[in-house]
């Protein structure tokens, strides 16, 4: 971890993904991990008012998808570097992390988990799959 700074609770810091690319985050909160997974577009700060309930019962982790806000990128884009990106956050996270993902960060998650990510427990909210 290289941890950026603190501000009221929340550590910013960083992670280095399977291939190198530094995946920034933040955490706050007290409790089990449970790690957030944004949208397509999606960076920590976007995650800071569902964390934030969270945080109530959690140490919440979410974080900066690749090519995003803090995060840096490193080509060709590949769904298995997104999935390296999340196992580094969720390595940092603490073990037994829980797992939530909205909309593509949904899908992202379910292949992670379904490539073996070890995950606590697992939820999506709208994930962009139809029948």
């Not at 530094?22 to 991990?33: H, M, T």
């Not at 957030?36 to 309930?53: D, I």
């Not at 992202?108 to 999506?124: N, Q, R």
């Amino acid at each position: 971890m290289d941890e950026v700074s603190t501000t009221l609770g929340r550590v910013r810091g960083r992670v280095a993904s399977g291939d190198g690319t530094p995946i920034a985050y933040e955490r706050y909160g007290e409790g089990p991990p449970l790690v957030l997974v944004s949208g397509v577009l999606g960076t920590a700060a976007g995650e800071r008012a569902l964390g934030g309930l969270l945080a109530r019962r959690f140490s919440v982790v979410a974080y900066d998808r690749r090519g995003r806000g803090g995060s840096g990128d490193t080509g060709p884009y590949a769904v298995e570097r997104e999935i390296e990106d999340l196992a580094a956050v969720v390595g940092e996270a603490g073990p037994g992390a829980v797992l939530h993902g909205t909309g593509t960060g949904g899908v992202l998650l379910l292949a992670a988990v379904a490539a073996g990510l070890p995950a606590g427990a697992v939820s999506v909210f709208e994930p962009p799959y139809t029948a």
